[in-house]
């Protein structure tokens, strides 16, 4: 297998300093697969070109391995593609002749490592299972150029079509360290397997070369379940790592166990939380939804309510209707049955919330077609992500107050900007109403997560300034049996798109 790395940086023979490989002499590094050899087809002050060639051993790379059951001596552990084929095999030899340069190091010109270069890497045979759409959805984002040609299944019989093999030119002004990152990460998952066992080391891996872009990758999921071979123990351990940054700045997860049960208790007296998702519900139900995102799904509660076998009947209150359903609005009590919905997707940052919420809506056992309308997606609100886009509706039930005004804004844009749903349905606690609530002290928040309460006018400021800003109309609801004096305990904004 090759690869070949350019550049047209002045002087460009300082990739030889980059690399750590002198461009006038062959470089071999023996290894229990093959050998890796480096070398210089092109070396001018205007243009370098650094051929990375791994001679993969077959029968070496299988030696005392066992197959599947046991087995060994399986046909296809010796008639494969790895020999010629980008793979896992390509990473470990990045890493292994590479590995300076991979970690950013150039001991002689110290400042090169830090300095953006134009770069163009070429791979005459690489796999792309999942072909050249997913290819470009990895790289892209990233800020490459893509070039790719799809390799004929057998030149000699056209007809047969092609394969799933691509040659592919890849261009990109970046550091050397951030774009042989790329490549370590990415090339084993376009193959979509590897040639070793894979464990927790893998994670600690995968982490290091991706802690400066994975977790802002729109393909983020796909890369991490691939690059960990689809164990999903693994895939949910690096996904909720990955997200951490999102939620160090919150409370201790034991400190978040005890604040929902305080606030879980707080509500239970008045029902508030069923009431609340009763409401939710009947909003997407009155505005006639096709597709719903939940944003910040949780444990799937609303999730669990839009996809409920019946209805309890509820109070109901006059509102607009956009999307051109009934305008009446049901706040009550009771479980909503929506078959406006043909697509429900519900996004969290808690790979274990989200694993919850499968186990909740028992999703193995859904009839078929419940499971094709139902996604479940790991995700943080605060990038932007083209997975949100689409969609008619986006619920936001108690999220935004967990949130600190910088990733309130954030999250504010990648809402009102990115996903841009025809409507938005958003509850959050109403501060006033916490007067009477008897076991709550004076002062204090519901849940020691929430960074904020809001009084209904700061509320209504708030969604109305976004409303105007953004391009939508804005009506408010109460949610519970409201107070004279207080108000109702939860508070809704209805958002409907008006350009």
Not at 148 to 175: C, E, M, N, Q
Not at 280 to 299: F, H, N, P, T
Not at 359 to 364: F, K, Y
Request: glycine share 8%.
């Amino acid at each position: 297998m090759l690869l070949t790395l350019t550049t047209t940086h002045i002087p460009a023979t300082d990739l030889g300093h980059l690399l750590h490989k002198h461009p006038a002499r062959l470089h071999s590094r023996r290894q229990s697969w093959g050998t890796a050899h480096v070398f210089y087809p092109q070396a001018d002050a205007d243009r370098c070109t650094a051929a990375l060639y791994v001679d993969v051993d077959p029968i070496g790379l299988v030696r005392d391995r066992k197959g599947p059951g046991g087995a060994t001596g399986l046909l296809d552990q010796y008639v494969n593609d790895r020999p010629y084929a980008a793979s896992s095999l390509l990473s470990a030899a990045i890493a292994e002749t590479f590995g300076s340069a991979l970690n950013g190091q150039a001991a002689e010109r110290p400042e090169l490592a830090l300095q953006p270069i134009p770069l163009e890497f070429e791979l005459p045979v690489l796999p792309c299972r999942g072909g050249e759409p997913l290819l470009r959805s990895l790289f892209e984002p990233l800020g490459y150029q893509v070039e790719a040609r799809r390799l004929p299944l057998d030149p000699r019989f056209p007809t047969w079509g092609g394969s799933a093999y691509f040659h592919v030119k890849l261009h990109i002004t970046t550091t050397l360290q951030a774009a042989l990152g790329h490549l370590y990460v990415l090339i084993p998952v376009l193959d979509d397997q590897k040639h070793y066992w894979v464990g927790e080391d893998e994670v600690d891996k995968l982490l290091k070369r991706g802690e400066s872009w994975l977790g802002t990758h729109p393909q983020a999921d796909l890369i991490v379940r691939r690059y960990l071979k689809h164990q999903r123990s693994l895939a949910g351990l690096a996904l909720d790592r990955l997200m951490d940054d999102d939620l160090s700045e919150g409370a201790a997860p034991a400190d978040v166990a005890r604040g929902d049960e305080r606030e879980q208790g707080l509500e239970r007296t008045i029902s508030l939380n069923e009431r609340r998702l009763a409401a939710v519900a009947g909003v997407v139900e009155a505005l006639q939804a096709g597709s719903v995102i939940d944003l910040g799904c949780g444990e799937g509660r609303l999730l669990k309510q839009l996809l409920a076998p019946g209805r309890a009947p509820g109070r109901s209150q006059a509102g607009p209707d956009p999307l051109g359903g009934s305008a009446d609005v049901p706040v009550g009590r009771g479980a909503v049955n929506v078959p406006s919905v043909s697509r429900l997707t519900g996004v969290d940052v808690s790979h274990r919330a989200l694993e919850i919420a499968r186990e909740r809506l028992h999703v193995d056992r859904l009839p078929a077609a419940v499971q094709q309308k139902l996604t479940l997606l790991h995700g943080s609100l605060t990038y932007r992500d083209a997975r949100f886009a689409g969609y008619d509706l986006a619920t936001v039930v108690e999220v935004i107050e967990h949130l600190d005004a910088a990733r309130l804004g954030t999250f504010t844009r990648v809402l009102f900007e990115c996903a841009r749903p025809r409507a938005i349905v958003m509850t959050t606690p109403n501060r006033e109403y916490n007067a009477l609530f008897p076991k709550l002290p004076a002062g204090q928040f519901r849940h020691p997560d929430h960074r904020f309460e809001w009084t209904r006018a700061e509320f209504h400021a708030w969604a109305g300034e976004q409303a105007l800003r953004h391009g939508y109309e804005v009506r408010f609801e109460p949610i519970g049996d409201e107070d004279a004096t207080h108000g109702a305990p939860t508070q809704m904004a209805i958002f409907t798109r008006t350009a």
